[in-house]
């Protein structure tokens, strides 16, 4: 039943104003729901991604979220370095500066104030 609904992204943040600082700002999500308390709601693409107060932000050491981004993986990575976001490299994986390469995809990492892992995903060029 679950292979033809839509899904989304939820990430744990400590603080609310922090996180709506780099969501907004940083990363330019347009922020479209605030109706509920201790909650933000973005919309990206066809999808949701919220973001909730939790004691429990930045416990996860695995992805959070993940865009598609397509080929233009390279100038969004650019756009982001220009607001000040910092890339994660990782180990195992072939590597040109910030984009890992893992068959015909290009990956690339950053992080959220909290900690939170957030993923591009690109295809090949």
């Known amino acids: 039943m679950l292979k033809n609904k839509n899904s989304s992204a939820i990430v744990a943040v400590k ?4 996180a709506k600082a780099f969501y907004s700002d940083v990363l330019g999500l347009n922020l479209a729901d605030t109706s509920m ?3 933000l709601g973005y919309r990206t693409g066809n999808t949701w ?3 909730y107060k939790s004691d429990f932000a930045g416990t996860n ?3 959070a979220v ?3 981004v397509g080929v233009e993986l390279e ?3 650019a756009w982001l ?4 976001v910092a890339f994660e490299h990782y180990d195992g994986m072939d590597r040109q500066g910030d984009v890992h390469h893992c068959g015909t995809l290009r990956l690339a990492w ?3 104030p909290d900690g939170n892992i957030l993923h591009l995903v690109g295809a090949t060029t």
């Open 15 to 18: 603080d609310l104003d922090r």
């Open 37 to 39: 308390e201790d909650m």
């Open 49 to 51: 991604l919220t973001v």
């Open 61 to 63: 050491q695995a992805n």
């Open 66 to 68: 993940t865009w598609d």
């Open 75 to 77: 100038d969004i990575i």
């Open 81 to 84: 370095k220009a607001r000040g």
């Open 110 to 112: 950053f992080k959220d």
